[in-house]
């Protein structure tokens, strides 16, 4: 107890994400270490005194690892010294769903956050002119070509949620930055958004190929957190989303094992993921396209880097601009989100999945005279989701066969054959298409199909039934 007790009252000992770790400085910013057995003795000595009872009298001596795993192990001991448990770590003033600011250095208990920056970096007062500061924000990125301004509504709205995080309980939003072309500005996009949040460059990673390497990539945003994990240049060969991905969004939540270890993570994540690429295209084997919120530019010219008379100037000047005025810009995000809280944010906007408490950030972005961003799902819908087009002409045609309603279900077997009919074929080729391999020809067939159960096409729905111990396929009115 002394010793959890000592732990508690050296300054930099919390307990994140279930077991204790430290706060330590890499490179002037604070980052999280979790504390092993090894250092946790290490730890003990500096801020204990051991001492043991010789024929000699009481003499100092060094802790030992019998009380180091007594007290790593022990959570009732954390609870009892008053070791802080600690959420996040973030670099800025933080807003809170009540519309307070905690805006000094240190740890906030109310919050569980521990607010640090660099010496030297001094955040200015809210500014008393927000749509002042809004509007100089949407001028920042003029330049840039984006498709309509719900779009730049989009922009605005990704770099709200990154600074504003702490201002909603709830999951937000995947943000994709799509270009038609090279050069159109995606990830110098990004990079304005890096230099406001935290006023350094950002920091990118590669796409992951697989759902498993996604997989590592959450277990260590556990272990070590960030507000935004960036994703730059997703290749035109690689579709985007990964399961992994689709449920921490939803839920904000990730439990996976270490990799190497055998003890597993399970904590909430409040990064914001965003991503670059030319002409996305979704996975497949991921339900990304409901969580997604995209960011289009789209440049008219055949070599976009070619552009001259920029309002800013050239990407340098315009970076230069924003490192000069970066922590007045931050400031001026927490006052367009803190407008939104204290005048009332809309709750009858379109809705939007898991993605309720969002709301804040759409309504603040709307309170700035943009568009709802929310609607750059119509974008979404007719231009990535590739199964659109192919539903409507399956489903047209299964109504030209009759197979509407329960009374109108038909096996596999049969609707192989009616559609393999010449005036038909398009609609196969659709369902083939998603067969795969394996089994016979009917069998995949019937796989095809299953590919589009429950999905909604000209006010109607694919369902599946059992008739006659057969598994039967019909369109139901969803009108």
């Given at each position: 107890r002394?010793?959890?007790?000592g732990?508690?009252?050296?300054?930099?000992?919390?307990?994140f994400?279930?077991?204790l770790?430290?706060?330590?400085?890499?490179?002037?910013?604070?980052?999280?270490?979790?504390?092993?057995?090894s250092?946790?003795?290490?730890?003990?000595?500096?801020?204990?005194?051991?001492?043991?009872?010789?024929?000699?009298?009481k003499q100092?001596?060094?802790?030992?690892e019998?009380?180091a795993?007594?007290?790593?192990?022990?959570?009732?001991l954390?609870?009892?010294?008053?070791?802080?448990?600690?959420?996040q770590?973030?670099?800025g003033?933080?807003l809170?769903?009540?519309?307070s600011?905690?805006?000094?250095?240190?740890?906030?208990?109310?919050?569980n956050l521990?607010?640090?920056?660099?010496?030297?970096?001094d955040?200015?007062?809210?500014?008393?002119?927000?749509?002042?500061?809004?509007?100089?924000?949407?001028?920042?990125?003029?330049d840039?070509?984006f498709?309509n301004?719900?779009?730049?509504?989009?922009?605005?709205?990704?770099?709200?949620?990154?600074?504003?995080?702490?201002?909603?309980?709830?999951?937000?939003?995947?943000?994709?930055?799509?270009?038609?072309?090279?050069?159109?500005?995606?990830s110098?996009?990004?990079?304005?958004?890096?230099?406001?949040?935290?006023?350094?460059?950002?920091?990118?990673?590669?796409?992951?190929?697989s759902?498993?390497?996604?997989?590592?990539?959450?277990?260590?945003?556990?272990?070590?957190p960030?507000?935004l994990?960036?994703?730059?240049?997703?290749?035109?060969?690689?579709?985007?989303?990964?399961?992994?991905l689709?449920?921490?969004?939803?839920?904000?939540?990730?439990k996976g094992?270490v990799?190497?270890?055998?003890?597993?993570?399970?904590?909430?994540?409040m990064?914001?993921?965003v991503?670059?690429?030319?002409?996305?295209?979704?996975?497949?084997?991921s339900?990304?396209?409901?969580?997604?919120?995209?960011i289009?530019?789209?440049?008219?010219?055949?070599?976009?880097?070619?552009?001259?008379?920029?309002?800013h100037?050239?990407?340098?000047?315009l970076?230069?601009?924003?490192?000069?005025?970066?922590?007045?810009?931050?400031?001026?995000?927490?006052?367009?989100?803190?407008?939104?809280?204290?005048?009332?944010?809309?709750?009858?906007l379109?809705?939007?999945?898991?993605?309720?408490a969002?709301?804040?950030?759409?309504?603040?972005?709307?309170?700035?005279?943009?568009?709802?961003?929310?609607?750059?799902?119509?974008?979404?819908?007719?231009?990535?989701?590739?199964?659109?087009?192919?539903?409507k002409i399956?489903f047209?045609?299964?109504?030209?066969?009759?197979?509407?309603?329960?009374?109108g279900?038909?096996?596999?077997r049969?609707l192989?054959?009616?559609?393999?009919?010449?005036?038909?074929?398009?609609?196969?080729?659709?369902?083939?298409?998603?067969?795969g391999?394996?089994?016979?020809?009917?069998?995949r067939?019937?796989?095809?199909?299953s590919?589009?159960?429950?999905?909604?096409?000209?006010?109607?729905?694919?369902?599946?039934?059992l008739?006659?111990?057969?598994?039967?396929?019909?369109?139901?009115?969803v009108?």
């Amino acid at each position: 107890r002394q010793v959890a007790q000592g732990l508690a009252s050296s300054g930099d000992v919390y307990v994140f994400k279930g077991a204790l770790c430290q706060v330590v400085r890499f490179d002037s910013r604070p980052v999280v270490r979790p504390l092993t057995a090894s250092s946790l003795l290490y730890k003990m000595a500096d801020c204990c005194t051991f001492y043991k009872e010789t024929k000699k009298g009481k003499q100092p001596a060094d802790p030992t690892e019998r009380i180091a795993m007594m007290v790593k192990d022990t959570a009732e001991l954390w609870q009892d010294a008053g070791i802080n448990v600690l959420n996040q770590i973030v670099t800025g003033p933080q807003l809170l769903p009540d519309g307070s600011i905690l805006g000094e250095r240190g740890f906030h208990a109310r919050a569980n956050l521990l607010i640090d920056w660099p010496p030297g970096e001094d955040y200015p007062q809210l500014p008393d002119d927000v749509d002042a500061v809004a509007d100089e924000l949407i001028n920042l990125v003029v330049d840039f070509p984006f498709l309509n301004d719900s779009h730049k509504a989009a922009w605005l709205a990704m770099l709200l949620t990154v600074v504003c995080r702490s201002s909603f309980k709830g999951s937000a939003p995947c943000f994709f930055v799509d270009g038609n072309d090279r050069g159109v500005g995606k990830s110098l996009l990004v990079e304005i958004l890096s230099r406001i949040s935290n006023g350094q460059a950002v920091t990118s990673a590669p796409w992951p190929d697989s759902n498993e390497e996604m997989t590592k990539v959450l277990t260590g945003l556990c272990i070590q957190p960030v507000q935004l994990q960036f994703f730059d240049n997703v290749g035109n060969q690689k579709s985007f989303g990964h399961a992994a991905l689709d449920s921490v969004i939803t839920t904000g939540r990730f439990k996976g094992r270490v990799l190497g270890k055998s003890n597993t993570v399970d904590a909430e994540l409040m990064t914001t993921f965003v991503a670059t690429g030319n002409r996305l295209s979704l996975n497949k084997g991921s339900d990304i396209e409901r969580r997604l919120c995209v960011i289009r530019l789209d440049c008219p010219m055949e070599n976009p880097e070619d552009r001259k008379h920029f309002v800013h100037g050239n990407e340098a000047q315009l970076i230069a601009k924003v490192e000069a005025n970066w922590q007045r810009y931050y400031m001026g995000c927490l006052a367009i989100v803190r407008r939104a809280i204290l005048t009332g944010w809309q709750n009858d906007l379109m809705p939007w999945g898991s993605f309720s408490a969002w709301g804040l950030i759409r309504s603040a972005v709307i309170q700035c005279g943009l568009p709802d961003p929310g609607k750059t799902r119509d974008y979404v819908r007719s231009h990535l989701d590739d199964k659109k087009d192919d539903r409507k002409i399956l489903f047209e045609t299964l109504i030209q066969i009759g197979a509407v309603a329960e009374s109108g279900a038909r096996t596999a077997r049969d609707l192989h054959l009616d559609l393999s009919a010449t005036v038909h074929m398009e609609a196969f080729d659709i369902v083939d298409a998603q067969a795969g391999k394996g089994g016979s020809e009917v069998s995949r067939f019937g796989r095809g199909l299953s590919t589009f159960l429950g999905q909604v096409s000209i006010g109607y729905k694919l369902k599946k039934r059992l008739k006659r111990g057969a598994k039967c396929f019909y369109l139901d009115s969803v009108v």
